[in-house]
């Protein structure tokens, strides 16, 4: 049976703005209350997942969430209409109100952590929607993220979801961007690499000093026993305290993993030799043959990373058995980055080919390629079982282009966040969207 890797690239919702609510994230904060355009990011978006699927990769969207959240604007005390409780939040707590309307969900490497059916002990996809609890804004996500996962992944012979953990620092969860599967075949068994930041209960593991540590040891195991999977299919590896102090606010932004292929930094993780023979004899016990590409400091700077976003990039397979990288513009912006890639491209090795996107609007809220995706590793018995209202097409590109080009700004500021006009246009298009891609009811609005 074939098997695929599906790429569900995260669709831009029409308050996207520059808040600057990330701590750590050195791009959220340093673009911080600049004009942001929510109709050119959402194109950015949807142009590259027309391209990848163009190229025959299998690509689908997941859509965005309903903003500003005024159901969480009450909870935090600000009562009256919808309009009402967005002009006295305007008034009396904007940076409250800036964070309920982030659109932050854009970046589904977040959403969840996905272990594809030949991993799990049930023969099931599992889905835990990530809890994001280290940061507000996002941390209200999940509830919808779980109800359009439910409605693309329904089918529960196929499918497995699971709520997000605690709530609470201890298990902090930030979902895929610190998770990467390695195999042979997308739909053998293989092994899932999981990445944490820190400790929560031994503090014998060190943390860094700066900024926080998002993901847990503790929220990784839990996943991992949530999904059911084997010890011997799964390596738990540290974030190297000192990179997350300069910026790497998840693995995805040092690293990243595709088949058999490691593409990571000199710098990005503790014990480093043990972790890649940990990796290597794991997968070797189940037919693979694990390949590490080792960028080092000399060539590419953590600082270099961090501004070009090199490793926030999508590592995919080509039917010869060689890879394509698609990394943002800023890479071929940076001398060091650009030269260190076409090295590594004419070096004759797996990854061949480097292909560049513009997506400046996103990356300038401290998000690249692969912040924008969530990749689902599926068999074709379980993609003929997804929903097919989300799986990309040629129609359903021009549709959702038509959708945004009717309903999005082409300027956002924190003044236009104040609008109550801003909250009727999300809905409305969100309405829309939700038939476009037949998810049916899964925004508050429509449920309440």
Not at 153 to 172: E, I, R
Not at 212 to 230: D, F, K, N, W
Not at 340 to 363: H, N, P, W
Request: a negative charge; proline letters at 4%.
């Amino acid at each position: 049976m074939k098997s695929y890797e599906v790429n569900f690239d995260g669709l831009v919702g029409p308050t996207h703005n520059y808040g600057g609510l990330s701590y750590g994230n050195v791009a959220s904060q340093s673009n911080s209350q600049q004009s942001s355009n929510p109709k050119e990011a959402a194109l950015q978006g949807l142009a590259k997942m027309k391209a990848l699927m163009d190229m025959g990769f299998q690509q689908g969207v997941l859509a965005p969430q309903e903003r500003p959240d005024v159901a969480a604007l009450r909870r935090l005390g600000f009562a009256g209409s919808d309009a009402q409780v967005i002009e006295r939040a305007a008034k009396e707590a904007m940076p409250l109100l800036v964070a309920s309307c982030s659109a932050s969900s854009m970046w589904v490497a977040n959403a969840a952590t996905v272990s594809p059916s030949a991993d799990t002990a049930d023969g099931r996809v599992h889905f835990t929607a990530a809890n994001l609890n280290c940061k507000y804004h996002r941390s209200i996500e999940h509830p919808t993220t779980s109800r359009v996962l439910g409605a693309m992944f329904a089918d529960q012979q196929h499918f497995a979801h699971h709520a997000a953990l605690p709530a609470v620092a201890q298990f902090g969860d930030e979902g895929a961007a610190n998770h990467t599967r390695f195999c042979r075949v997308y739909g053998e068994a293989g092994v899932e690499f999981f990445v944490y930041g820190r400790s929560a209960f031994d503090s014998r593991y060190p943390a860094p000093q700066k900024y926080p540590a998002r993901q847990t040891l503790e929220a990784s195991q839990a996943v991992a026993r949530l999904h059911g999977l084997r010890e011997e299919g799964v390596v738990y590896a540290q974030q190297n305290p000192s990179v997350i102090d300069q910026g790497v606010f998840h693995n995805d932004v040092i690293a990243v993993g595709n088949g058999e292929v490691l593409f990571y930094h000199e710098d990005a993780f503790l014990e480093t030799d043990k972790m890649l023979a940990e990796l290597s004899s794991k997968l070797a016990k189940v037919g693979g043959k694990f390949q590490s590409v080792c960028v080092p400091r000399s060539a590419v700077t953590v600082d270099d990373a961090v501004r070009s976003y090199l490793f926030n990039s999508q590592l995919l397979s080509r039917p010869d058995g060689s890879m394509l990288l698609i990394v943002p513009e800023e890479c071929r912006s940076n001398e060091r980055v650009w030269q260190y890639l076409q090295s590594l491209t004419g070096a004759g090795g797996v990854i061949r080919e480097v292909k560049v996107f513009d997506l400046k609007q996103s990356m300038q809220n401290g998000g690249g390629p692969a912040c924008l995706r969530l990749r689902v590793a599926l068999n074709e018995t379980e993609l003929a079982a997804v929903n097919p209202g989300v799986i990309m097409t040629a129609p359903l590109y021009d549709s959702l282009t038509q959708w945004v080009e009717r309903h999005y700004r082409d300027r956002m500021t924190e003044n236009d966040l104040a609008d109550p006009q801003l909250l009727l246009e999300c809905r409305g298009a969100l309405d829309e969207l939700t038939q476009i891609l037949k998810l049916g009811a899964v925004y508050p609005f429509q449920i309440n």
